[in-house]
């Protein structure tokens, strides 16, 4: 039952360019996102959130896009920098909940 | 800034044998959680605790699992009699309330990676 879904297992782009990753999610309930970025033998650090009474949350760099119809969300990262390389999770809750439940991942290698 | 310490950072044990993963948490968090993940594979749910108790759990987290917060400070993961499919990286996580100073995102640890043989 994977209710967030990461179809991209991995992505590049060329330093300077736009990266976007996408995450679908199957549970009309969820009311959060977040999006975690994770290097090797490190725990997720926490990106950007955004509620589901929004549809657009900037910050910096980082933009996440919520589409809710369509139960999407994208986090769109310009200019994308080397150091971005990394794996990025979308996460979802319910409110009322305690759980935050994690997508697949999305290897992201900015090439320099 | 505060952040989440998790001790061991590596472990190595055999199965069948009992292990206790430990985690501070950030300190004026009310919400504690563990996570794992399988080399390779999606950060899982395991559990969440509030006020001294569990609040949810996934159907990983059985009857070899257990959590506490001993002394107000620590908060433990506890696995019983540990298996080959338990070797993972284990995080635990906590974050504050939601509201306008937080947007109650997690705050993770490095992990703590079990190796059962």
């Known amino acids: ?112 | 800034e505060p952040e989440v310490t998790q001790t061991p950072s590596h472990q190595v044990t055999q199965m069948g044998q009992e292990v206790i993963l430990r985690c501070v948490p950030i300190s004026n968090h009310l919400y504690f959680y563990w996570y794992r993940q399988i080399l390779g594979q999606k950060v899982e749910f395991l559990v969440s605790f509030y006020n001294n108790e569990i609040s949810e759990k996934s159907e990983i987290f059985d009857d070899q699992f257990s959590v506490e917060r001993p002394d107000g400070s620590n908060f433990t993961l506890k696995i019983r009699s540990t298996k080959l499919e338990d070797s993972a990286m284990y995080f635990c996580a906590s974050r504050g309330a939601r509201g306008v100073r937080s947007t109650g995102e997690l705050f993770f640890g490095e992990g703590s990676r079990l190796t059962v043989l």
């Open chain 1, 1 to 112: 039952d994977q209710q967030v879904k990461q179809n991209s297992p991995s992505l590049s782009v060329q330093e300077g360019r736009i990266s976007i990753l996408n995450c679908d999610y199957t549970n009309s309930m969820f009311d959060y996102f977040l999006w975690y970025k994770k290097y090797p033998a490190e725990g997720p650090t926490f990106l950007i959130s955004i509620s589901s009474i929004k549809d657009k949350n900037e910050d910096g760099r980082f933009t996440v896009f919520l589409n809710k119809s369509a139960k999407h969300l994208s986090l769109h990262i310009v200019p994308s920098q080397p150091g971005d390389s990394a794996v990025y999770f979308c996460a979802a809750s319910v409110g009322g909940t305690y759980k935050y439940i994690f997508g697949t991942g999305t290897r992201l290698k900015v090439l320099a």
